[in-house]
């Protein structure tokens, strides 16, 4: 009988790594979701006939599925799709928090004297789950805006995270080499806790998707180590395949910002910091803007021939995804040729602005990502900016001493006319000035995103 | 070290190559349903979860246990719904069109 349960996670772990393939192509991915879906099914179906349930267990396991289940499945029902990002954070918490409750139960199992070598993956996967619970919790509190985005610092405050570090590694090698009692345990996983709040705490807000997929990335070998206690194959699988794509993913999302993983995680990011930006342009007060009514916008975007849009998350805020599709269907009406330069972190995440232009039925094939646009601006006669900022600040290129210099842009400064829409001319996410809104040919034009818009389809309605 | 160790080890090993792999192709776009995607499949701390809470008696046990089914049930849960929910808008319009030829990259 235990040859069918082997084989069972054997067929579980394979659907997993198919699922995950099939993640690879627009396509076949949500065939991907469902098969890795399936495979947890499996997965669990083989579980169940091997446990031996007290009237305890079978009680608690039947109601913590309810309202796990519950809370799972309203919440992912109900979230709107700009809020994803902090939704992921939050599911992907839990799963860390499961992990190191799991560690602990099991290790409680072996008295004082565990043997080493399922002491130390559950000791590992007690901390590295309550890292990634605490600091996720955190992560969702920033993108939620139940505590402030900006980095929270203090002097001092990465030798306090090293020795909280350190004191959670000296517990740990107590542990192992000397005895547990049951509470050493729960004190390490309190320590851990402080340690994953302490840890995002002085992150900003812009980099919390990169913050959650290393967290991710942490579940899965939180899951993985438990899997080493439990010896249990699909854990094992299962946990080191998110492990190790977690953390290539997470070099992927800091690569498109054009910083290492150290600076996103250790730069304290997106801060107002005295003296930054001295020297380049000299005071935003002398500086003035161009503004034009809706009319004469509206007549620039009918008679250009190609037009990009360059979304950012305040069009996502503005909810303005279907206006920017209505107005790109009006002018393809037209004859103009209209295209969306996606930034690789447009939105808050990879990926995230694709999946809000394509709930407003926007075409994948107009969604075009940085490299194959970016030599396309300078035949555009139209670029039209809306809710985005810092992806297109030729800061980025042009000054060494800017928060931002080396990533990568998009060229929408090479365009012949450029459309900012914004609410004012505050600052993007990353705090810093954009000089592209001061160039003679920048026209902004002030207001909500979406009653920007939503005038400017009427008036090419007219036009 | 003994041999189920080893073993353990060995798809261990082979699992961080499998997923660095199988991730590096995935393009820009579906970056967020992918860490969606992961995030559901690590959910299968559930299995570890219903071992902890299946066989609890003492008060400590059936606390750990119930906390940890409930995080993980919705982990998994709301793991798969809401990357399919993502997934759900990649169709629409373009499902009807003709099929370009796959963009790789």
Redesign the interface.
């Known amino acids: 009988m235990t040859l069918v349960y082997s084989l069972a996670y054997l067929l ?1 772990a394979v659907l ?2 198919l ?3 099939q ?5 076949t ?2 065939n ?3 098969t ?2 399936a ?2 099914v499996i ?2 179906a083989a ?2 006939p091997q ?4 009237t ?3 009680l ?2 039947l ?3 309810v ?3 519950s ?3 309203v ?3 109900q ?1 709107r ?1 700009t809020a ?2 902090q ?2 954070a ?3 918490g ?2 860390g ?3 190191a ?2 560690a ?3 290790l ?1 199992k072996f008295g004082p004297h565990p043997p080493f ?1 399922e002491a130390f993956p559950s000791v590992f996967s007690i901390v590295i789950g309550s890292v990634s619970f605490a600091g996720s919790m955190v992560a969702f509190a920033k993108l939620q805006e139940l505590m402030t985005g900006t980095p929270i610092t203090y002097p001092g405050q990465q030798l306090v995270n090293g020795l909280i570090a350190a004191a959670i590694i000296g517990f740990v090698i107590a542990v192992l080499a000397i005895a547990s009692i ?1 509470f050493s345990f729960l004190s390490l996983m309190v320590l851990a806790l402080i340690l994953g709040v302490a840890f995002v705490m002085p992150i900003g807000g812009a980099d919390m998707p990169v913050v ?2 290393l967290l ?1 990335a942490f ?2 070998l ?3 180590a ?3 206690t ?20 997470t070099k ?2 800091s690569d ?1 910002m054009g910083r290492s993983l150290g600076n996103v995680l250790f730069g304290a990011f997106g801060q107002v910091r005295a003296g930054a930006g001295v020297g380049a342009a000299p005071g935003k007060e002398g500086r003035t803007v161009r503004t034009a009514s809706v009319e004469d916008l509206a007549t620039l975007l009918a008679y250009s021939q190609r037009v990009i849009i360059v979304p950012g998350y305040g069009l996502a805020v503005a909810q303005a995804q279907h206006a920017v599709r209505e107005l790109a269907d009006l002018l393809e009406k037209r004859g103009v040729e209209v295209s969306y330069a ?1 930034h ?1 972190v447009a939105g808050r ?4 602005m ?2 809000l232009l ?2 407003a ?1 926007v ?3 107009q ?1 075009k ?1 940085m ?1 194959e646009i970016n030599d396309q601006f300078k035949d555009a006669d139209v670029v039209l900016v809306v809710g985005a900022n810092d992806v297109v600040n030729p800061a980025a290129r042009t000054s060494p001493g800017s928060p931002i210099y080396g990533m990568p842009i998009l060229n929408a400064d090479q365009a012949k006319n450029i459309v900012f829409m914004k609410r004012s001319m505050r600052p993007g996410f990353a705090g810093i000035d954009n000089d592209l809104m001061y160039e003679p040919k920048t026209i902004m034009l002030f207001g909500d995103a979406k009653d920007s818009l939503t005038k400017l389809v009427s008036a090419v309605k007219a036009a | 070290m003994s041999n189920e160790l080893l073993n353990e080890f060995t798809f261990f090993v082979l699992a961080v190559f499998v997923g660095i792999e199988v991730i590096s192709k995935v393009p820009t776009i579906l970056h967020t349903p992918l860490m969606s995607g992961t995030n559901a499949i690590h959910g299968i701390i559930l299995v570890g979860a219903l071992v902890i809470a299946a066989g609890a008696s003492s008060p400590i046990n059936i606390v750990l246990g119930f906390l940890a089914v409930v995080l993980a049930t919705t982990n998994v849960v709301g793991g798969f719904v809401v990357t399919d929910r993502m997934l759900e808008m990649f169709k629409g319009r373009q499902a009807a069109k003709t099929p370009e030829p796959a963009k790789t990259r």
């Not at chain 1, 995440?349 to 995230?352: F, L, S, W």
């Open positions: 579980a997993f790594i699922g995950l393939s993640l690879s192509s627009p396509k991915a949500r991907g979701n469902f890795a879906a495979g947890m997965a669990l579980t169940v446990l031996r349930f007290t305890a267990g079978a608690i396991i109601v913590g599925v309202i796990g289940a809370i799972g499945t919440g992912a029902r979230v799709m994803i990002p939704m992921v939050l599911f992907n839990v799963g928090g499961a992990a409750l799991v602990v139960a099991e409680l070598a049951p959650i997929s991710n579940t899965g939180a899951v993985a438990s899997g080493f439990l010896n249990n194959f699909a854990l094992i699988v299962a946990g080191t395949l998110v492990g190790a794509s977690g953390s290539l993913l992927l999302m498109a996606i690789p995440m990879p990926g995230h694709n999946v394509a709930e039925n075409p994948y094939e969604l990502e490299d």
